[in-house]
């Protein structure tokens, strides 16, 4: 069974950055592609990027030149360096698998954006 800790998240400045951590157990996820989404309140879930196991990435377009996923598998770690953070970014974090069913969700980490 496939579980995610993320961490990283933080209260910044517009303009600022924040490197997102995603740990994951179990011995499958190295195999599977991996995204980060998030939830701000009163809002759906939403994709934000994905980086499959060869570390080929893509990102939404809102945060394309902004943000960069990446992963290590030999730490089942993957990483979301956000800069130029504005506003709009405020939400929470999650990571899980791209494609496919869902892994359990984690509690994800908060990212506040404010001056």
């Known amino acids: 069974q496939v579980q995610f800790v993320e961490s990283g998240g933080g209260l910044v400045q517009p303009g600022g950055s924040l490197r997102l951590s995603c740990v994951a157990s179990?011995?499958?996820?190295?195999?599977?592609?991996m995204g980060w989404y998030r939830q701000a309140p009163g809002k759906e879930r939403e994709w934000v990027a994905a980086?499959?196991?060869?570390?080929?990435?893509m990102s939404a377009d809102f945060v394309k030149g902004r943000f960069t996923i990446s992963r290590d598998n030999a730490k089942n770690t993957v990483y979301l360096q956000m800069n130029s953070l504005q506003p709009e970014d405020t939400a929470v974090y999650y990571c899980?698998?791209?494609?496919?069913?869902?892994?359990?969700w984690g509690q994800g980490t908060q990212v506040t954006v404010s001056s």
């Open positions: 899980n698998r791209y494609a496919g069913s869902f892994f359990k």
């Open positions: 980086v499959n196991n060869g570390g080929d990435s």
């Open positions: 179990g011995s499958i996820w190295r195999a599977y592609a």
